[in-house]
Nanobody, 114 residues
Framework: VQLQASGGGLVQAGGSLRLSCKAT????????LAWYRQVPGQEREFVAS???????NTADSVTGRFTLSRDNVRRTLTLQMDSLKPEDAAVYFC?????????WGKGTQVTVSS
């Protein structure tokens, strides 16, 4: 299983970024996929998830600002992040659970300047 994340960068508060994660080595269509984020010295926290039938769940801190979607043809998970706040700055990781194992992509850094 490989999860390849991209799209991080530096943005001003109030701006937008789009993160993508391409998954290989799994039957993408049936996988629940998720994004987590982590600030140095803190625990990794849940951001958003999407099931195989497109049902999404987002953390309270990002609801209304972040939108998660999936493209089963391109095997890609996309996190659209709008109205970014300095507290959204973190390393973002895509994630899936496959055959009882948790798989993580390499993180992508999101920096939000105030």
């Amino acid at each position: 299983v490989q999860l390849q994340a991209s799209g991080g960068g530096l943005v001003q508060a109030g701006g937008s970024l789009r993160l993508s994660c391409k998954a290989t080595g799994v039957n993408f269509r049936i996988q629940t996929l998720a994004w987590y984020r982590q600030v140095p010295g803190q625990e990794r926290e849940f951001v958003a998830s999407i099931t195989s039938d497109g049902h999404t769940n987002t953390a309270d801190s990002v609801t209304g600002r972040f939108t998660l979607s999936r493209d089963n043809v391109r095997r890609t998970l996309t996190l659209q992040m709008d109205s970014l706040k300095p507290e959204d700055a973190a390393v973002y990781f895509c994630n899936t659970n496959f055959r009882g194992g948790m798989y993580w992509g390499k993180g992508t850094q999101v920096t939000v300047s105030s």
